[in-house]
């Protein structure tokens, strides 16, 4: 598995704002039939996309805990802001 804890999570919570803001558009007194209809067909994918990154969420949980799978930690190394990274340009005759 590819995903990780924190990309799953974060995918969701998207996929969560987005059924939020579609469920609004459904609800608008303004909105004709046309986009009415265009809301809830993306609704229903949206839901199937966030159901989906749940359940492989749910699975990364479960392999961690009986120890099929372990997960790694990826330390960042930023360079910049760092003066011990900073290349000093030669000055120009």
């Known amino acids: ?45 949206l839901r199937r996309q966030r159901n989906d990154l749940s359940e492989e969420l749910s699975t990364l949980f479960k392999d961690v805990v009986s120890g099929k799978t372990k997960l790694k930690i990826y330390r960042q190394f930023k360079m910049y802001n760092d003066p011990r990274f900073l290349i000093k340009k030669e000055a120009k005759p």
């Open 1 to 45: 598995m590819a995903e990780t804890v924190g990309w799953l999570t974060d995918k969701i919570i998207i996929s969560e704002l987005k059924i939020f803001h579609t469920l609004e558009h459904l609800e608008r007194k303004d909105a004709g039939p046309e986009h009415k209809e265009l809301c809830q067909r993306r609704l229903e994918v």
